[in-house]
């Protein structure tokens, strides 16, 4: 059966990560990722069944919670959030996928809307967010490694990929 | 120093060097699979995950403590991402746990049933992998690894053989020997300290169990069987009784129901060791060449001694192991006197040892050609065979070791624990019994824990400086400062295993805290109960040394490379 588009993102994602960029060395990464991209794979229906979903919502936020590093949280996050946002933007996805051209953009927080919450900064996988709550953050670009949680956890969209 | 809070219970610390070290003390028993308080940390199981108040969740293996903390260790979260982890890791493991040999002793299986895993919701996506068979010491099963990598850092951190390491990434990571070479092919010394720290059945001891039931079910043959020092205070560990309980009057009430014929302790072995190493001490040290002297008891140190710092090769003592010298006198022994039906001698030396079961085969484990020790069993091994049979140490009868070779030191048996080699031949330069003088060298620090130690010694005006090593990577360091003239001794011991040979490879694993130190008292304890502590005043070594030995000293018990000796 033909897989719906969020779903061959996300194992578009998978595949990538697991084939080529997964270190190995944490269970929760290495297993988790490969065990993600099992389910979706293995799923007959184009889109994740809810029961599916759930066990990929559950192995997503386990990856999300004890990774050792951001770029296997990064991973989950991109695929949670692919299939969660089905039929939004899929802008999303194309612009978290790490490679090459990551070097071309950055996040930025725009100050105006930035409310300090402190939020990005409490989910930053690097500590790359630092401000003092009810100011504007700031994020130093030499330590972001670009996963956008940041940008998925401001309530305020003021977030924001910029080339 | 300094307090945190764990699950709302404020928790002082002083210098422990993680978090998670913390919450044990706390008396929270936090599952993990690749934390080994004596290895570096590594990070990778990540089921110590903790969370803090402002929503951190981190692994508490890789945090220091710091002041002011406050950390929950078992939300419903948490115990949900445990279960998830280990049913994560059961879906890609070789999951034939009825016929694993670590079944019922596996750490994953123990994790899975504590944790409550009672189905595996993902699909199974185990990889098969060649069983590496090579090795004449330990059997690695890769599809039964988990990559937690305790085998790798035992192999380098403590005895820096560096055997074994990681090889690939992502799903496709395996530890195997560079190269995916054998292990036989690698400089792997067969101390079995890996298996030791093994969670699961992923290495394993290279087991002879079959060939030694069907020895013992030959009516053409007599299987004798010597027991080494350490193997004493460790089986009991596996029949209920207090860790480090001496039980050797039981076993050898057990063996002889087993089928072995005679039973000897190695300690006897050992007496002769002390004898012919403790004239070969004084002979270097009056000719003042090949100093300083090193042990040749432990075949793992030895093995390490020529793959890694062969120039040393020359001050390596030319005595055989106590069991190569035991068993090279038993087989002349029933050459002298066969047995009265005919049959042949099978000669089985149980160990607490693994690289034992490789020492046997080496050309200078011969004599006349022949193979002294037909085999070696490792004390997990015979515990196997014991539990097979049906037999149980505890509750069975006390008898005594065998004559004729049933006559042992104090000396022999102390020989299981690191510093007892030392001591056993220093004890043997003192003339007489003298008990100040005895007394004083137990006060040295051939009795301390450290990995490394010396001291000195004082023998008839002269001082004797020696120094106790145990595990691998302090008998590198200790080489490498020789090699370097930044330190000079005289004899120094040298055990592969950290502890010495109570804490060998073949011994029963353990999560008990105090092991080493109560199975190396407990030697202790037999040597304050015998008379005789001193090789020299074993009456039976004058008496062997009269008949079987006169003349065949060198040969039977020294290691006598390329001579007639090896096997053709």
Known sequence: MEKSPETQKALAVLEKFTSDQCCGKCISCREGTRQMQQILSDSSSPFPEPEEMALLSELGALIDHTARCGLGKSIARQVLSVLEHRGGDERVIEEYLPGPYQELIFFDIDPRRCKGCSKCARNCPVNAISGVVKKPFVIDHETCIKCGTCMMNCKFGAISIKD | ?568
């Open chain 2, 1 to 568: 120093m300094g307090s945190m809070t764990i699950d709302g219970i404020r928790v002082e610390f002083t210098d422990e060097t993680n978090v998670l070290t913390v919450i044990r003390k706390a008396g929270i028993d936090l599952p993990t699979l690749c934390y080994v308080s004596e290895l570096s940390v590594y990070g990778a199981c990540r089921l110590c995950t903790v969370k803090d108040d402002e929503g951190r969740y981190f692994a508490s293996c890789t945090v220091r403590p710091r002041e002011g903390m406050n950390i929950e260790t078992n939300t419903p979260e948490l115990r949900r991402y445990r279960r998830t982890l280990l049913e994560l890791l059961l879906a890609s493991h070789d999951r034939d746990c009825t016929t694993c040999n670590k079944n019922g002793e596996c750490h994953l299986q123990n994790l899975a049933e504590r944790m409550g895993v009672r189905n595996v919701r993902f699909k199974s996506v185990q990889e098969r992998h060649e069983v590496d068979n090579s090795s004449n010491c330990i059997v690695r099963t890769p599809s039964k690894c988990i990559l937690c990598g305790d085998c790798v850092r035992m192999c380098d951190n403590i005895q820096s053989v560096d055997a074994l390491d990681f090889a690939g990434k992502g799903v496709a990571t395996l530890v195997t020997p560079a190269y995916n070479r054998r292990l036989a092919d690698t400089d792997c010394v067969g101390c079995g300290q890996c298996r030791v720290v093994c969670p699961t059945g992923a290495i394993s001891i290279k087991s002879d169990v079959e060939a030694v039931w069907a020895a013992l079910a030959d009516p053409t043959v007599r299987v004798v069987a010597q027991v080494a020092p350490a193997v004493r205070t460790a089986i009991g560990d596996r029949f209920g009784f207090p860790v480090g309980k001496n039980v050797m009057n039981r076993l050898v009430t057990v063996m002889h129901r087993l089928g072995f014929e005679e039973v000897y302790d190695t300690a006897f072995g050992a007496d002769l060791t002390v004898a012919e190493e403790s004239r070969e001490l004084q002979e270097r040290l009056a000719s003042g060449e090949r100093l300083p002297l090193f042990t040749s008891c432990c075949p793992a140190w030895v093995r390490f001694c020529e793959k890694k710092h062969p120039d040393f090769i020359p001050n390596l003592s030319t005595c055989r192991s106590p069991m190569q010298m035991f068993g090279a006198v038993l087989r002349a022994w029933d050459r002298e006197a066969p047995d009265e039906k005919g049959r042949r001698l099978v000669s089985v030396a149980i160990m607490p040892c693994t690289a034992k079961k490789d020492e046997i085969l080496r050309p200078e484990s011969h004599t006349m050609g022949v193979q002294d020790v037909d085999f070696v069993l490792t004390t997990e091994e015979l515990t196997g065979m014991i539990q097979a049979y049906g037999l149980n140490l505890n509750g069975a009868e006390k008898d005594a070791a065998d004559m004729p070779f049933g006559i042992t030191s104090g000396a022999g048996i102390i020989f299981g624990s690191s510093g007892g080699v030392t001591e056993a031949v220093l004890r043997n330069l003192i003339s007489g019994h003298d008990r100040a003088k005895l007394d004083e060298l137990k006060r040295t620090a051939v009795r301390s824990e450290a990995g490394m130690r010396e001291f000195t010694f004082t023998h008839q005006g002269r001082d004797i400086r020696a120094a106790v090593v145990s595990g691998l990577r302090n008998a590198d360091n200790l080489l490498n400062a020789i090699r370097e003239g930044r330190e000079h001794y005289d004899f120094v011991e040298f055990m592969a295993c950290p502890g010495g040979c109570v804490m060998g490879g073949g011994q029963p694993v353990s999560t008990h805290g105090e092991l080493f130190r109560r199975r190396r008292d407990a030697l202790y304890e037999a040597d304050i109960n015998m008379q005789i502590k001193k090789t020299s005043e074993n009456p039976l070594l004058d008496t062997l040394y009269a008949t079987l030995l006169k003349g065949r000293e060198h040969e039977l018990l020294h290691r006598n490379t390329g001579g007639e000796n090896t096997p053709a």
